[in-house]
């Protein structure tokens, strides 16, 4: 696994107002960010429209992205949603397109326990074949 340090960007996905994925800008953007000496990106994280993106589009991102910055690059893919079975789907994807690590955010709108939301880890992590980061955005952690 590559070590994953320095400044990492969580990536946005710019559309065109069509509502199109915009790759061209997409692709600015990460030259952009190189340029200025970002490390790794953060590819359908919770600021990239994850929930709402198509696998084709998604594929499209992480390929562009892949092949526009420097081979060295951190890759984390945000595979997390609030189905178990989705987010392991998400993951082991992640790990075929040879992501550094995934990103999996605690199941929103669920609201699961602590026993839920260590089983839902658990599973993702046995289940997936790639190296997950837990996400957690909850703004009341009882």
Known sequence: MKKIEGVITALITPFKSNMEVDFKSLENLVKDQVKKGIKGFVINGTTAESPTLEESELKDIWQIVKATAPENTIMILGTGSNSTAKTIKNTKLAA???ADA?????????KPMQRG????FKKVAEESGAPVLLYDVRRNHR
């Open 102 to 110: 995934a990103l999996v955010v605690v199941p929103y709108y669920n």
């Open 96 to 98: 075929s397109w040879k």
């Open 117 to 120: 939301l260590f089983q839902h």
